[in-house]
Structures are given as C-alpha cells and as structure tokens.
C-alpha cells in the first residue's frame, strides 16, 4: 500500500467527487481516479461508490476513512512538533474567519504584526466554514461560535454588536438577509421572531452584499456594528445599544500553539481585538436616523 494514497482518499471523502478532490489537491482529476484505483486495489475492495452524481463511502470505506483521517491529524501534528523544534519566528500563518472581518477588520491592521515580526507571512482564508485546525487547514480560526467538539485551544476573545443598518439616503421599506443556509444565525433569527412577515427583497450568503444592498437602498439589514458603523453609504436605525450581541473565539491546535509563529500571532490577535473591544461591541456607536420599527 501507498501511504499516500490515504491522503487522495480522505479529500475524496471530504470533497464527495473526484473533480472537487482535483482541485483541493491540485492535480488532475485523472489522478485522483487512479490513486484511488490503487488503494482499492492494494485493499482488494471498494471503497467508494457513485451515488447520484456524489461519490459516497462504502461500508468499509466508512471505516478506512476514519483511520485514514487519524492518520492525516497525526502526520500534521508531527510536523507541528518538528516546527516548534525550530525556534524562529519566520514563515506563514494561516488564519481562517468569515471574509467580512478578514478583509474590514483584519487586514488594515496586519502592518503592525509585520513591523513586530518582519520574518512573518500570513494567508487569510475567507470561509464561514468550520476548516479543520487539525488537519492544518488553518493554523488560527477565529469563529461566531464556539465549537462542541475538537481538540483545540479555545479563547473567547470578544463579543460582538449587531444592529440595524438602513442607507444613508433614507429609509426603506423591506430587509435583506441571509440565505436558507445561514438562517441559523442569531442575527437571522432575531429577524425572524420580530420582522417575520415583513418582505424579504434580497437573499445572500454573502455579509459584503448585504452591505451593498443596504447603501443601494434595496432593503435594512442586521449587521456587525464593527464593519457596519464605519461603512459609507450605512447608517444605525436601531438606536446607541445593540440588538443582540454574539461571541468571538479564537481557536488553535494544542500541537500549533507550539509554534513560535502562530503563538506570536495568536497573542497579537487576542491584542488587537482587545484594544478595539468597543468597535466590536458597537461602542460608542455611529448612530443616526429613526429607531427601526
């Protein structure tokens, strides 16, 4: 057996295609059949099966894939360890969060880690998926929620304010929200239990678009004070206190921490965020207009 054609069967797993296992991997779809081929070949059993389209594990795939998964979480975390074995404050950090906070809150205040630690890059991988810290999909993720399972280092570093936000041309009539995907969220759901009946004229999975949509007068949004409050074009309908309030958490793999790189940035981040606490809250707000009804 190959061991790494465990790799090209967990991402298959994962991604349920082999087109979608090509580009995570970053190799031809041909490619992934063939390592595939050779694994059940290797086993002498099937491992997959094509299933409307998705490519599901079998009985025993099941299993393998869940061996196959530990195997891949150990080999990431030696090489955590032998990176922490190397006391130098140099290389990538990959830090994962919904996009609006990478690129709003983030990313204008990333020269100061650099100016800090010269010998630092960073990759932001904009997702409001939950990557796998273990897996070495992100080395930092910073998330709205705090997860019911995993092996992680977890720190609430923040709570963050939601109001509504109408455009700065006058009010509107109507909201825009979230897709059917995102209707979990607290925010979605407080507009749900108040505003339930009124009309809903745009629908995205996207924080960004709901921000355009709101200038462009389409509709009233809830938004993170955060990114909204400085927003052109925004302006605060629900009054100087936020509607609702959600936590911010920082999550690391124990084995990661180790790591004087991600330890450092890990450390400026929980710095930073404290600093700008009020901004998170909505303190002291933009506030302007009517109080939404």
């Given at each position: 057996m190959n061991w790494d054609d465990l790799r090209f069967l967990v991402v298959i797993g994962r991604e349920g295609s082999l087109a979608g296992a090509a580009r995570c991997l970053k190799v031809d779809q041909t490619t992934v059949a063939r390592r595939l081929r050779a694994l059940e070949n290797a086993l002498a059993t099937p491992l997959f099966e094509r299933d409307e389209g998705r490519w599901r594990p079998t009985p025993v795939g099941i299993q393998v894939l869940a061996r196959a998964a530990?195997?891949?979480?150990?080999?990431?975390?030696?090489?955590?360890?032998?990176?922490?074995?190397?006391?130098?404050?140099?290389?990538?950090?990959?830090?994962?969060?919904?996009?609006?906070?990478?690129?709003?809150?983030?990313?204008?205040?990333?020269?100061?880690?650099?100016?800090?630690?010269?010998?630092?890059?960073?990759?932001?991988v904009a997702s409001n998926a939950n990557?796998?810290?273990?897996?070495?999909?992100?080395?930092?993720?910073?998330?709205?929620?705090?997860?019911?399972?995993?092996?992680?280092?977890?720190?609430?570093?923040?709570?963050?304010?939601f109001a509504v936000y109408g455009p700065a041309s006058g009010a509107v009539d109507g909201w825009v929200g979230y897709d059917d995907a995102l209707a979990h969220t607290?925010?979605?759901?407080?507009?749900?239990?108040?505003?339930?009946?009124?009309?809903?004229?745009?629908?995205?999975?996207?924080?960004?678009?709901?921000?355009?949509?709101?200038?462009?007068?389409?509709?009233?949004?809830i938004l993170p004070c955060l990114v909204a409050d400085p927003a052109p074009g925004l302006i605060?309908?629900?009054?100087?206190?936020?509607?609702?309030t959600r936590e911010l958490w920082l999550l690391i793999h124990p084995d990661a921490r180790q790591q004087p790189r991600v330890a450092a940035v890990a450390d400026w981040l929980a710095e930073r965020i404290a600093q700008d606490q009020p901004a998170f809250l909505g303190q002291p707000p933009h506030v302007a207009g009517p109080t939404a009804a």
């Amino acid at each position: 057996m190959n061991w790494d054609d465990l790799r090209f069967l967990v991402v298959i797993g994962r991604e349920g295609s082999l087109a979608g296992a090509a580009r995570c991997l970053k190799v031809d779809q041909t490619t992934v059949a063939r390592r595939l081929r050779a694994l059940e070949n290797a086993l002498a059993t099937p491992l997959f099966e094509r299933d409307e389209g998705r490519w599901r594990p079998t009985p025993v795939g099941i299993q393998v894939l869940a061996r196959a998964a530990r195997i891949e979480e150990d080999v990431a975390g030696l090489t955590r360890i032998a990176e922490a074995g190397r006391d130098t404050m140099t290389g990538t950090v990959r830090i994962t969060s919904v996009g609006t906070l990478l690129a709003n809150w983030l990313t204008p205040r990333l020269p100061g880690l650099f100016a800090r630690h010269p010998g630092l890059g960073v990759e932001l991988v904009a997702s409001n998926a939950n990557l796998n810290v273990a897996r070495r999909e992100a080395d930092i993720a910073l998330r709205l929620a705090r997860p019911a399972e995993g092996d992680f280092l977890i720190r609430k570093v923040a709570e963050i304010g939601f109001a509504v936000y109408g455009p700065a041309s006058g009010a509107v009539d109507g909201w825009v929200g979230y897709d059917d995907a995102l209707a979990h969220t607290p925010e979605m759901r407080w507009l749900a239990e108040r505003h339930g009946t009124a009309p809903m004229r745009l629908r995205t999975a996207s924080m960004a678009s709901l921000m355009c949509a709101v200038a462009a007068g389409i509709g009233q949004a809830i938004l993170p004070c955060l990114v909204a409050d400085p927003a052109p074009g925004l302006i605060r309908l629900s009054g100087a206190a936020p509607v609702l309030t959600r936590e911010l958490w920082l999550l690391i793999h124990p084995d990661a921490r180790q790591q004087p790189r991600v330890a450092a940035v890990a450390d400026w981040l929980a710095e930073r965020i404290a600093q700008d606490q009020p901004a998170f809250l909505g303190q002291p707000p933009h506030v302007a207009g009517p109080t939404a009804a």
